[in-house]
């Protein structure tokens, strides 16, 4: 199918002019055949009336008046005709008499002479409708296979636009690949070319929107870098040649250096698990396996301290989920509960599966976050008490963030609640989909 | 230890080379992967701190090289990359250990004296905890200085666990190890190991991390 248009006028040309052709030559057989009954009505009726005339056979009922007048006189009249005469114009005219209209046709041929002929309407029409009738049927007849066949010819020649819609209304929120199509058709062409030329353009611009972010934090990772190395050897000579710190600028360098550290770290994270941009690598884990791998990343921390840390509940639970991103949730989780917990806390791990959901449970002895903030917590940038968080501890306020989002993209719920110590937050994540457990 | 700084970022590689030489190594700096592989090739290094990013050459190729030149040269990548899928290649390269800019200078000496531990364990064949000391020559655990008596498999854990002193060996990883030793692992075959093990240590020399793992404090 090379043009819509071409196919569309060819196919149905053709259609019609052969549909047509079968009609017109059915409807010609079809009136032949009547005119054919007709004629041989005539011959029927002449040779009736001829043997009429002479006597000669039985009155036979063909539908036809007759009369014959010599001179004045009735000389002759068939079974239907009057007994006055049946017209007094020459040539067709229509009169009435029996009790029915009458077509009568009167000849005079010689001054002597006077024939008429006389037959009843109704009869006329009924033989013109039988002949109009056979000619028109085939024609009807064709009506309903042409309308058939034209659906049959629209659906296919518009089957090339209803795949492409089906496979534009079946991509998903992220999927900027172009649309596939074989043989399509010249006017769909284009139009498939400028979509896919459109979501050429939109990848490409998320694709820099992604990239933008990322860049922005991998070039500022070095210079950070070289401020911290260079603070710490810094610090390093003030202690070494005695000079104290009592205005502490040394201390708030260092600090305000590992906020800025953390807080590049986490906008990086949350531009690679936002929804829109992340593409989740879904396979079979072992969640509990990964929350170990995490604690045992986190142990260093957790050990300067000096925090409990136990792991509680099922010693592999097996769920479909992205490893990195799960890492992460499980790693921010981990994180705030060691850094807002005090020196000796109790951070707790549980894992357990409840109606076919994976549950994850932390839980730390911390201050915890009051009931009315636990709907603002999740938001970016958001910071339990500001920038004088109890603890003293500055994070980005991105973290839990980050969770939701990787909550979220695992079609996950994510609730905050009083711990089960005397104080702290619980933290309880339900992931769908369990595979198997043990 | 003497190490060889390979890093294009000349204020860094300064605030690095000062650092770490007031940590007690010896640090030779380089800017270029050519530079970085002619040092390499000469063994005038235990090893290595190796950007990625570097002006004529990619890193990982650097990796590469060297690993095939001498496979036990310890790396130590360092990177403004964060991409999960270059720390996989880099440590399936063969690099020891991997950070990413910025990191804390507690974390970068940590990682170094885990490193320089093991290539004194490789010099000196002695790992000395506490009151335990490993002898991985002879395969001989002594506490106190006397020799106590341990199977090949509970040599092996306390050898892991010694080795990575301060960190948490994790269920799964000790019980790889234990595979890797063709043994048939019993779903309790670790317990019943460490069990053992600590009878014959100090009280607590191990400790428990409940449903985590098991650690060996480097303190």
Aim: hydrophobic residues 45%; aromatic residues 6%; proline residues 3%.
């Amino acid at each position: 199918m090379r043009s819509l248009r071409r196919y569309l006028v060819t196919v149905l040309i053709a259609l019609f002019t052969l549909i047509s052709f079968v009609a017109a030559l059915q409807s010609y057989k079809q009136s032949a055949i009547r005119a054919e009954a007709l004629f041989d009505q005539d011959l029927q009726v002449l040779a009736s009336s001829l043997s009429q005339q002479y006597q000669a056979g039985p009155q036979q009922e063909l539908g036809l008046a007759l009369q014959v007048w010599q001179q004045g006189q009735l000389v002759y009249r068939s079974a239907l005709a009057p007994e006055t005469s049946m017209s007094e114009t020459e040539g067709f005219s229509e009169h009435n008499f029996g009790g029915k209209r009458w077509r009568v046709f009167r000849q005079t041929p010689t001054d002597m002479l006077t024939v008429i002929v006389a037959q009843p309407l109704k009869q006329r029409q009924q033989l013109a409708d039988e002949v109009i009738t056979a000619s028109i049927y085939p024609v009807v007849l064709s009506l309903p296979l042409q309308a058939v066949l034209i659906w049959l010819v629209v659906s296919k020649a518009l089957s090339p636009i209803k795949r492409f819609s089906a496979q534009l209304s079946s991509k998903k929120a992220n999927d900027l690949s172009p649309v596939l199509l074989e043989q399509v058709p010249a006017e769909l062409d284009q139009m498939l070319k400028t979509t896919n030329q459109l979501f050429a353009r939109l990848s490409d611009a998320f694709d820099r929107e992604k990239r933008f972010a990322s860049d922005v934090a991998h070039e500022l990772r070095t210079p950070l870098s070289v401020l911290q190395v260079n603070l710490h050897n810094a610090a390093q000579q003030w202690r070494q040649s005695g000079i104290s710190d009592p205005e502490g600028s040394m201390l708030a360098l260092q600090v305000g250096v590992e906020r800025m550290s953390a807080l590049i770290e986490q906008i990086m994270l949350l531009n690679r698990t936002n929804p829109e941009h992340f593409q989740a690598r879904t396979e079979p884990l072992d969640l509990a396996g990964l929350c170990r791998q995490v604690v045992a990343d986190w142990y260093p921390q957790i050990e300067v301290k000096q925090q409990q840390i136990e792991l509680l509940g099922l010693e592999h639970l097996v769920l479909k989920g992205d490893a990195f991103a799960l890492r992460l949730l499980v790693s921010n989780l981990v994180g705030n509960a060691s850094k807002y917990s005090a020196v000796g806390g109790v951070i707790q791990l549980e894992l357990l599966t409840e109606a076919n959901k994976a549950v994850l449970v932390v839980q730390d002895n911390g201050p915890g976050i009051a009931p009315e903030e636990y709907s603002r917590v999740f938001d970016r940038f958001y910071r339990v008490g500001g920038d004088r968080h109890q603890s003293g501890t500055k994070g980005s306020g991105l973290g839990l963030a980050i969770v939701r989002d990787i909550v979220a993209l695992h079609q996950g719920t994510i609730s905050l609640s009083q711990s089960d110590f005397a104080s702290g937050l619980k933290v309880t994540v339900e992931l769908p989909s369990v595979r198997a457990n043990s | 230890m003497r190490l060889l700084l390979v890093e294009d970022d000349l204020d860094l590689a300064k605030g690095l080379t000062l650092a770490l030489s007031s940590q007690g190594f010896a640090v030779n700096h380089v800017s270029t992967g050519q530079h970085a592989l002619s040092s390499i090739k000469a063994k005038d290094c235990d090893a290595v701190i190796l950007d990625l990013g570097l002006p004529d050459m990619d890193g990982l190729d650097i990796l590469k090289q060297s690993r095939q030149r001498d496979g036990h040269l310890p790396v130590l990548v360092l990177t403004a990359r964060d991409g999960v899928d270059d720390r996989i290649r880099g440590l399936d390269l063969g690099a020891d250990d991997y950070l990413v800019k910025p990191f804390a200078m507690a974390e970068l000496f940590a990682r170094l004296r885990v490193i320089e531990r093991r290539l004194g364990t490789a010099a000196t064949h002695l790992i000395k905890l506490q009151q335990v000391e490993l002898d991985t020559s002879s395969h001989l655990v002594r506490v106190d200085g006397d020799a106590i008596g341990l199977s090949r498999r509970e040599y092996m854990l306390l050898k892991e666990l010694m080795e990575s002193a301060g960190r948490i060996k994790t269920r799964e990883q000790l019980e790889a190890s234990l595979y890797a030793w063709g043994e048939e692992v019993a779903s309790n075959a670790l317990e019943v190991h460490i069990s053992n093990l600590r009878k014959k240590l100090p009280k607590d020399f191990i400790k428990t991390l409940r449903g985590v793992g098991y650690s060996v404090s480097s303190t």
